[in-house]
């Protein structure tokens, strides 16, 4: 039986799993419901779903978060949530169980005991072969692999900033600036600026709806609030140059690290990184203005992908399907 193919991204706030024949497949939430009895744990829903439990809480539950900065926060609880997510995988009229391989991106500060974690959690799931690339190889292989790319890929927890060329990851560091820093800023600056609380949903709404980077941006939206010390909802008209304000400096000491890490573009990738540009992927990717705020900065073109949320497991692909470009590269996996 010809063997189950899938490129797997373990995001903080998102899985995404390309399948080798299908494409993408799983596109879903990084968090569980479970219940633990005698030290067994159940899952009792996944991704989405966790939804309908915060509205109403079930006695005896738990909701996790299995992913922290592509970290495993729960083993027995991410195990639970990759069987899921790769049974959603499987042919559901298989009379035996085909063997799976897995190739996993992980960021670029991950240490050797953490990819050890995530090979060992996707073993328990069901994996018989699990590999492990960085998500900017990944990014370089839906690209094209084989040339010079400048990625900047902006995830909830982490941005991963990379110079990747013909042979692999030429510089790269993982930078604890994303998404859920931009919308907890947010939140916190409802509290001290205009002494109301907010939800983390409401907050990662208003960075949606109302976040930009351009200066002309007047939009503005209206939303429920709690006043500090009351328990009266309010509203409240919040600006998007209210947001911007609060987002900015964060975009700055982002694009401060992005500056430094372009001297490490080696002459004989400039022509292609000069040609392409900045890469932009990850949801932070989608914040408005954002691209053209980082080339004004930079003086370079910028290229945001297509789909950015699910390129790296796309990308994943691409080294499952040119097997010999990947054991070359990686000189088969030689972390183990």
Not at 123 to 141: Q, R, W
Not at 144 to 167: L, M, N, Q, Y
Request: glycine share 10%; hydrophobic share 40%.
């Amino acid at each position: 039986m010809k063997p189950i193919e899938l490129s797997i991204d373990l995001g903080s706030s998102k899985t995404s799993i390309h399948k080798i024949g299908s494409g993408l497949v799983v596109n879903d939430e990084s968090r569980v419901v479970v219940a633990t009895k005698n030290n067994k744990m159940t899952l009792l829903e996944s991704g989405k779903g966790v939804e309908r439990y915060l509205r109403q809480p079930v006695p005896g539950c738990q909701i996790l978060n299995t992913i922290d900065g592509g970290v495993i926060t729960n083993e027995r609880a991410c195990v639970c949530m990759l069987k899921d997510y790769i049974s959603r995988c499987l042919p559901g009229n298989a009379v035996l169980k085909p063997k799976i391989k897995a190739l996993v991106s992980v960021g670029c500060g991950i240490s050797l005991t953490e990819k050890k974690d995530i090979e060992k959690a996707l073993n328990l799931a069901g994996a018989n072969e699990v590999s492990i690339i960085e998500s900017p190889l990944a990014v370089a292989g839906a690209l094209g692999f084989g040339r010079g790319h400048f990625i900047v890929d902006i995830g909830s927890s982490k941005t991963e900033i990379a110079v990747v060329g013909r042979d692999g990851i030429v510089a790269g560091c993982s930078v604890d600036i994303g998404g859920d820093k931009l919308t907890k800023a947010i939140a916190d600056y409802m509290v001290t600026e205009l002494g109301s609380t907010i939800s983390f949903n409401l907050a990662e709404k208003i960075k949606r709806d109302l976040g930009s980077m351009y200066d002309n941006n007047n939009m503005s939206m209206r939303v429920n609030v709690r006043k500090v010390g009351s328990q009266r909802a309010e509203s409240e008209v919040i600006h998007s140059r209210e947001i911007r304000s609060v987002i900015e400096p964060h975009i700055i000491d982002l694009l401060h690290i992005i500056y430094n890490m372009s001297f490490q573009i080696p002459d004989v990738l400039a022509e292609d990184i000069l040609q392409e540009g900045i890469v932009l992927c990850g949801g932070g990717a989608n914040l408005t203005g954002l691209g053209n705020y980082i080339s004004k900065f930079m003086q370079m073109r910028y290229y945001k992908v297509d789909d950015p949320q699910t390129v790296v497991s796309r990308g994943g692909m691409y080294f499952l399907e040119n097997s010999t470009d990947f054991a070359k590269m990686l000189n088969v996996i030689n972390y183990k």
